[in-house]
Each structure stands twice: as structure tokens, then as C-alpha cells.
């Protein structure tokens, strides 16, 4: 659906959008209103409001909400199954322990850090965290504390590679409108993701942790044998040896097991992301069967779903039946579908939101800006990611609207490779209630609306003006 002729001028637009945030988070915090009926009544009345026709409004929440729900259901539904066989097998508590013996107890949230930071390079943002769920939540289990001191620095690292370093398609697409170079964004890009996660996640993380406690939620995958567990240490006895008198301990799968595990979905996704990056390079054909093959392999829900089925093979079957296997998958899902609808709900107002032409009607009024290039990147970027809540969007719409400038101005290689940084730091920070990222991470770690924007809100913007100072840094010596 493409976006209507907007009915009304920048400011009154913007008042709009304004109204629109500030209603939904009253109705939610104040009147304790469900967030899902929340985001569907605001999103409705801002549609209406904004000049989109009535008889177009059904079609305008359906747009976002379906186009969110349609990538992030099968991802949420294949990861928790994949969470639920690492937890019920002790794989997530095998992984844990491996981790907290190469660095040490105290640097738990380090070790999740980087590790998320180490695989988040292929992969994006919400598969990532979603795969990485039981890990953290088995690390916070074991130490205790807020839940933010370990979420937080792995959540940090997938939005900090999923923003700043190709072959993600943000990056990417900015790298090719403003005519920088791929390789050097890489180059570049990778460590400024490092250390921009350091100072402005994993630092920042761990001071908002000991100042805001968050309870360590009860497992998004359900009970384990009524509570018990091969994680926590004691038997996980099969129902039918049970029944007829007995017990049957089962071992805890190895490291490299587990390691396999969640190692195949970044592998295949990087087929996906690489062969894209190469194609448009003209490295590698456009169009080439061979590669279409491994891009397909490489499509997030069919990675997952090859991670399902191996996953069940490898861990599930271990002394268990088809029947019983399925039955644990099952018990997965239900848990799950608030996280789903809210999310999707979610992208419906973020979708909204475009559509009414906010966004376009901001772009244009800020891109004669009287300021250096490199500034405008970020506040521009910035601002379309506050009005309409999606990074990616906020990356490519940016980059667009300033080429000609950029073209103009006869940069650098690296000038060029700073303002791709500027404008991903700029769609990486006020992460809001427009932003589907949001309500993954609120509901994933059991925060209301008010602490998420008091924690992860305030965590988003710290990395993406740390990415922002670099940038500077970058501009000021090419």
C-alpha cells in the first residue's frame, strides 16, 4: 500500500504523531489499558485523524500489522521451539557454563555480549535475540540480579550489529544510495559497532541494571517436568519409564553440540546476507540459480525452520518419542502469541504512520537544512526514526533524500563511510512505542511500558550517539 497525498501540512502532522505517542502510552501506563487493544485503538483513531480515507483505514492497519506479523510470527514461533529443546535438554545450562568458564563470573554479561555481537554479524536483530533467549535467561537464573544486567548487553549488541555493519540491509541500502563503498563500510563499520555496543550498551546497561530491578522472568517455554530440569541439575525422567516404576536420567548435550545448534541458523542466514551483498557488488551474478538456492536456504523463517527440525533430531530425540517431542513444541507456542499480536500491533502503528505521509512530509522539510551534511544525516535520520519507529526505514529514506547533496559535495571514501555511520546512529536511538523492536524486548523481558522506556529507550539512544561521536571523529579526519 502506498503512502496518501498527505491532507495536512509538516507541523500539524507532526502535532499528530505527537498526540498519537503521547495517547497510546496514557491508555497504557495510566488507564492500564492492554497494549495490544491499545495499539489497534490508536493506531485506528490516528489514521482517521491524519486524513487517511475511511474507506482506505481497514486497508492501513492491515498494511503494517501484516507485513510485521508475516516476518516476526514465524520467527518467534520457530524460536521459541528451538529454545524449548536447548532448555528441556540442558544445552542453554552446557552453553552458560562454557561461557562463565572463559570469562569468568563476574563477566557473565560480558560473555553474552559478545558472543550476541559475534553472531549478530549475519544475522538480525529480533532472530538473534529470540535464538539468544534461553541462554540469557539461563546465565540470569544461575547469578540473579536485574534482568538487565544480561539482557541488555546482548540485546545492545544484535541492534548495534543490525544497524551499523553490511551485510544487514539497512547499511547496505544507505552504503548504495550515497555511493560509499560496501567493503569500507564493513571495514569501518564493524568496529565502530564494537565500540559503540562497549561504551553505550554493555557500560550503559550495567549502571541502568543496578539502578532499575527487573525480575527474571518465568521461561517463555512453559514448566519442565512439573519444574525440574537437567539444567537445574536433577533428572529428566521419561513419562512411560516413569509410569512402569523406573527412572532414566538423560545427559546433558555437549558444547559442540549445542554450539552446532545455534551456529546453523547464522550460517544459513549468512548465505542470504553475503550472496546479496556480493550480487550487488557484481561480484557474483545477479540471478544465478546456485545462489538463488542458497539464498532461499538462507531466508530467516527457513533457517530457522532446517534449526527446528535438526534441533528435534539431535536434542529432542534423545531418549524421547515423536509424539513427546511434539507435545514439548506445542506447550512452546502458547506462551508466545501476546508477544506476537503486540508486536504486530506494534508495526500496525508504525505502518500507520507512514502511510499518513508523516514521514515524507518531515523528510522534505528537513532536507534544505542550513548545517554540515554529516549533521543533518543524524537529525534527519533521528527524526524519521521518532516519527515512524522502523531503523531500516529511517537508514534508507535518509540516505535517499541526501544523495544528490552528497553528490555534490565530492567526499571522501571515508566522509562517505561517516555519514553511512551518522545515519544509522541516528536510526538506532529513542527506540519508542512505534517501534515493533520495542515491544519484542518489553515483552520478551517482562517489562511494562514505563520501564522499557526508562531502560531499553534510554540504552538505544546511548549507542547510537556513541555510533554518532565516531562518526564526527571519522568526518573530522578524512
Not at 351 to 365: K, N, Q, W
Request: hydrophobic share 55%; proline share 4%.
Amino acid at each position: 500500500m502506498e503512502a496518501i497525498d498527505p491532507a495536512y501540512g509538516t507541523t500539524t502532522l507532526l502535532l499528530i504523531a505527537a498526540g498519537a505517542v503521547a495517547l497510546l502510552l496514557f491508555l497504557i501506563i495510566k488507564v492500564k489499558l492492554h497494549a495490544f487493544v491499545t495499539l489497534v485503538l490508536v493506531s485506528a483513531l490516528t489514521a482517521l485523524v491524519a486524513g487517511i480515507p475511511v474507506a482506505d483505514v481497514p486497508s492501513a492497519l492491515s498494511f503494517g500489522f501484516s507485513n510485521t506479523l508475516g516476518s516476526v510470527a514465524l520467527l518467534v514461533g520457530f524460536g521459541v521451539m528451538i529454545g524449548r529443546l536447548l532448555e528441556i535438554t540442558g544445552g542453554a545450562q552446557v552453553l552458560a557454563d562454557t561461557l562463565i568458564g572463559r570469562f569468568g563470573e563476574k563477566r557473565a554479561p560480558l560473555a553474552l555480549g559478545v558472543a550476541a555481537l559475534l553472531f549478530g554479524f549475519p544475522i538480525f536483530f529480533d532472530a538473534g535475540l529470540v535464538v539468544f533467549l534461553p541462554i540469557i535467561m539461563t546465565v540470569a537464573r544461575r547469578f540473579g540480579g536485574s534482568m538487565l544486567l544480561y539482557a541488555f548487553p546482548a540485546a545492545g549488541a544484535f541492534a548495534a550489529m543490525h544497524a551499523l555493519v553490511p551485510p544487514h540491509p539497512g547499511p547496505v541500502a544507505a552504503a548504495e544510495l550515497l555511493g560509499a563503498n560496501i567493503g569500507l563500510t564493513l571495514i569501518v563499520g564493524a568496529p565502530v559497532a564494537v565500540v559503540s555496543w562497549y561504551v553505550g550498551a554493555y557500560l550503559v546497561s550495567q549502571a541502568i541494571g543496578r539502578r532499575i530491578h527487573v525480575d527474571i522472568p518465568a521461561s517463555l517455554f512453559g514448566e519442565i517436568n512439573g519444574g525440574r530440569d537437567i539444567a537445574a541439575g536433577t533428572e529428566d525422567v521419561d513419562p512411560s519409564t516413569a509410569a512402569a516404576g523406573g527412572t532414566a536420567t538423560r545427559t546433558a548435550p555437549s558444547f559442540a553440540t549445542v554450539l552446532g545448534i545455534l551456529l546453523l541458523p547464522f550460517v544459513l542466514i549468512s548465505f542470504n546476507t553475503v550472496l546479496n551483498t556480493l550480487m550487488t557488488a557484481g561480484i557474483i551474478e545477479d540471478g544465478a540459480t546456485w545462489a538463488e538456492y542458497l539464498k532461499l536456504l538462507g531466508t530467516t523463517s527457513i533457517a530457522l525452520l532446517i534449526t527446528v527440525i535438526v534441533a528435534t533430531l539431535v536434542l529432542g530425540l534423545r531418549g524421547r518419542s515423536m509424539a513427546d517431542v511434539s507435545d514439548i513444541l506445542d506447550k512452546a507456542l502458547g506462551p508466545i502469541c501476546a508477544i506476537i499480536l503486540i508486536t504486530g500491533a506494534g508495526g500496525m502503528f508504525g505502518g500507520v504512520l507512514r502511510l499518513s505521509g508523516i514521514g515524507d512530509a518531515l523528510s522534505s522539510s528537513l532536507s534544505n537544512l542550513g548545517i554540515s551534511l554529516i549533521l543533518q544525516a543524524f537529525l534527519i535520520s533521528t527524526l524519521l526514526r521518532v516519527a515512524q519507529g522502523s531503523a531500516t526505514v529511517a537508514l534508507t529514506t535518509t540516505a535517499g533524500l541526501l544523495s544528490a547533496a552528497v553528490a555534490a559535495a565530492d567526499l571522501s571514501s571515508l566522509q562517505l563511510t561517516a555519514l553511512v555511520v551518522a545515519i544509522a546512529a541516528g536510526a538506532t536511538v529513542l527506540s519508542h512505542v512505534n517501534d515493533s523492536g520495542f515491544w519484542l524486548v518489553s515483552r520478551f523481558f517482562g517489562m511494562d511500558v514505563k520501564t522499557t522506556l526508562k531502560t531499553w529507550t534510554v540504552m538505544e539512544t546511548t549507542l547510537g550517539l556513541s555510533a554518532f561521536a565516531i562518526s564526527l571523529g571519522l568526518w573530522a579526519i578524512a
